[in-house]
């Protein structure tokens, strides 16, 4: 089954902690917070107070985005709540290495690749990660509509995890709705995040089961 990470970029912040409650409630699997710094791509999102809060208040694992330019400096920090945390192949570090200090801290380490960043890229990488994240949209803003390049990098990368005998997970992550969950999850992809389908939806909880029955077929 298809796991669903709801991405709280789209949330209303002032009502956070009852969104939280409610996805928990309808039984997602993780929480993808984007952290971004302004540089890496045009945005400013959340940070650390906002993390913390996050913490205290579920236990579902956070699966953290950065969309920073060297988050080789912040690690630790990140550590300190992430179930996962998702390094860029684009940014500014040595990659293998960022990826290897995630796992020392004891967290999933994953790598993303944006929409012009081939799948092939990442494939020696396979070996130093929990999960590939495949952006389906720029890096930046929630909202955005699916690239359709993205399934194809999806299969790619699905079938050399197979081929290779890994048990790496394949993230799907910008435009995901009913129309394009099941083309991502057709091609392979484990975990769908999405942001605007559920925090704009009328009743998120069945925007939740929703999204999953749209990926299971
Ligand atoms: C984009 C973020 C995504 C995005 C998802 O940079 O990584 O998580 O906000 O939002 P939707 O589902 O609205 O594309
Ligand atoms: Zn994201």
Do not use: W
Request: charged fraction near 20%; proline fraction near 5%; include cysteine.
């Amino acid at each position: 089954m298809v796991k669903i990470s709801p991405s709280i970029l789209t949330a209303d912040f002032t009502r956070l902690g009852e969104a939280i409650d409610q996805l928990d409630a309808a039984g997602v699997e993780m929480l993808h917070i984007d952290v971004m710094d302004g540089v890496f791509v045009p945005n400013i999102s959340i940070g650390f107070p906002v993390i913390d809060s996050i913490a205290k208040r579920t236990d579902m694992p956070l699966d953290v985005h950065l969309m920073i330019t060297r988050p080789q400096n912040y690690i630790d920090r990140f550590a300190k709540n992430a179930e996962r945390i998702t390094i860029h192949f684009e940014s500014e570090c040595d990659v293998r290495a960022t990826l290897r200090d995630i796992h020392a801290h004891g967290v999933k380490a994953a790598v993303s690749i944006k929409p012009a960043t081939p799948a092939e890229a990442v494939f020696d990488l396979l070996d130093e990660v929990d999960m590939v994240l495949v952006m389906s949209v720029e890096p930046g803003f929630g909202g955005q509509s699916y690239i359709p390049s993205a399934t194809d990098k999806l299969a790619a990368l699905r079938d050399e995890i197979t081929r290779r005998g890994l048990s790496v997970e394949l993230q799907v992550d910008g435009g995901i709705n009913l129309q394009t969950a099941p083309l991502a999850a057709g091609a392979g992809a484990d975990i769908l995040v999405a942001g605007s389908q559920l925090f704009n939806a009328p009743d998120m909880t069945a925007a939740v089961a929703q999204l999953r029955a749209a990926a299971s077929v």
